[in-house]
């Protein structure tokens, strides 16, 4: 399978998620964070970032999403989680 980038109509295309992600995190310009303002990589993570650390309340009223914005968001990160590895990511970032 076959994951590109939809940040911005990247449209980069990779081999696998991992790869996917760390060009994310490292090509892309990190967005702050409108519910904490912290500065996060942009893509998968900060999806993450905002589903872990807020709830989908704060997410909602602080992106002006809706139910489905939602909804595509945890498939996207159930998708991601079930094939990626996370330590390898991680382990790459830190580098």
């Known amino acids: 399978m076959a994951w ?14 991992e790869s996917a992600i760390i060009h994310q995190a490292t090509e892309h310009e990190r967005p702050e964070c409108k519910v904490c303002g912290t500065v996060v990589p942009d893509g998968y993570i900060a999806i993450r970032h905002a589903f872990t650390e807020h709830s989908r309340a704060e997410y909602v009223r602080a992106y002006g999403a809706d139910s489905a914005d939602v909804r595509e968001r945890e498939a996207l990160l159930e998708e991601i989680e079930d094939v990626a590895d996370l330590e390898a990511i991680a382990t790459e970032l830190k580098r």
């Not at 590109?4 to 998620?17: L, P, T, W």
């Open 4 to 17: 590109e980038c939809g940040i911005n109509g990247c449209g980069s295309v990779f081999e696998d998620a």
